[in-house]
T-cell receptor, first 114, second 111 residues
Framework: DAGVTQSPTHLIKTRGQHVTLRCSPI?????VSWYQQVLGQGPQFIFQ???????GRGNFPDRFSARQFPNYSSELNVNALLLGDSALYLC?????????????FGSGTRLTVV | QQQVKQSPQSLIVQKGGISIINCAYE??????FPWYQQFPGKGPALLIA?????SEKKEGRFTISFNKSAKQFSLHIMDSQPGDSATYFC??????????FGPGTRLSVLP
C-alpha cells in the first residue's frame, strides 16, 4: 500500500510568489492535516480537513489556505510568500478527525523562499 | 497551556546504552501521547504511543513511562543502536484536536 504522498518534494520560490503543495492520503484515510516544520523545531499545526470540511486551523495568517477534494487528497496554498515561510511542509493522514489512530506523515515538501 | 516541553535538546549515547528523553505538558485534556522518530529528509514516523490510563507501555526496545499526576512522560530506548540516531519528538492531543509537538531531541548513538 502506498503511504502518504506529497508533491513536489522540493521547491524554490521568490518572495511574494504563490505556492501550491499537494498531498494524497493513505487509501481509506479521510482526514488530512498540514504541519509546518521549521529547521530544528517540531511540527506546527496549520490545518486539518475531514470529509472535505475544515476541522481545525492553527495560528497561521490568512495567506495560508487549504482544501480537500472528494477523493480526500488535499492542497495547501500559500500566498505572498515571505522568507520565513521557508520550511518543511508535512502532510499527515488519519482514518478520522479524532487523532485516536495516530497520524501517518508524508516525507514533506521542502520549500525555500529566496 | 498548549505547549509540550521536551528535554534534552540533544543526546549522545554509546552503543548498547539507554537513551532517555523527557516531556512535560500542561493541558490536562490531552489524552493521547505519541512519540515520533524522524530521520533527515523524511517525515516523522510513529514509534510508540500511550494513553493516560496506563503508566507504562513497552514495544521491543522502546518504552514509554507516563506520570499523570506530574504531567510528564518519557521515552526509554534500551540497547541503543547507531541506527536509532534520529530526532525524536513527543506529542500530545485530545480527542478531535490537533497534535502539539515538542521541539525535538537529536539522538546520536556512537558505535
Amino acid at each position: 500500500d502506498a503511504g502518504v504522498t506529497q508533491s513536489p518534494t522540493h521547491l524554490i520560490k521568490t518572495r511574494g510568489q504563490h505556492v501550491t503543495l499537494r498531498c494524497s492520503p493513505i487509501s481509506g484515510h479521510k482526514s488530512v492535516s498540514w504541519y509546518q516544520q521549521v529547521l530544528g523545531q517540531g511540527p506546527q499545526f496549520i490545518f486539518q480537513y475531514y470529509e472535505k470540511e475544515e476541522r481545525g486551523r492553527g495560528n497561521f495568517p490568512d495567506r495560508f489556505s487549504a482544501r480537500q477534494f472528494p477523493n480526500y487528497s488535499s492542497e495547501l496554498n500559500v500566498n505572498a510568500l515571505l522568507l520565513g515561510d521557508s520550511a518543511l511542509y508535512l502532510c499527515a493522514s488519519s482514518l478520522d478527525h479524532t487523532g485516536s489512530y495516530g497520524y501517518t506523515f508524508g516525507s514533506g515538501t521542502r520549500l525555500t523562499v529566496v | 497551556q498548549q505547549q509540550v516541553k521536551q528535554s534534552p535538546q540533544s543526546l549522545i549515547v554509546q552503543k548498547g546504552g539507554i537513551s532517555i528523553i523527557n516531556c512535560a505538558y500542561e493541558n490536562t485534556a490531552f489524552d493521547y501521547f505519541p512519540w515520533y522518530q524522524q530521520f533527515p529528509g523524511k517525515g516523522p514516523a510513529l514509534l510508540i504511543a500511550i494513553r493516560p490510563d496506563v503508566s507504562e507501555k513497552k514495544e521491543g526496545r522502546f518504552t514509554i513511562s507516563f506520570n499523570k499526576s506530574a504531567k510528564q512522560f518519557s521515552l526509554h530506548i534500551m540497547d541503543s543502536q547507531p541506527g536509532d540516531s534520529a530526532t525524536y519528538f513527543c506529542a500530545a492531543n485530545n480527542y478531535g484536536q490537533n497534535f502539539v509537538f515538542g521541539p525535538g531531541t537529536r539522538l546520536s548513538v556512537l558505535p
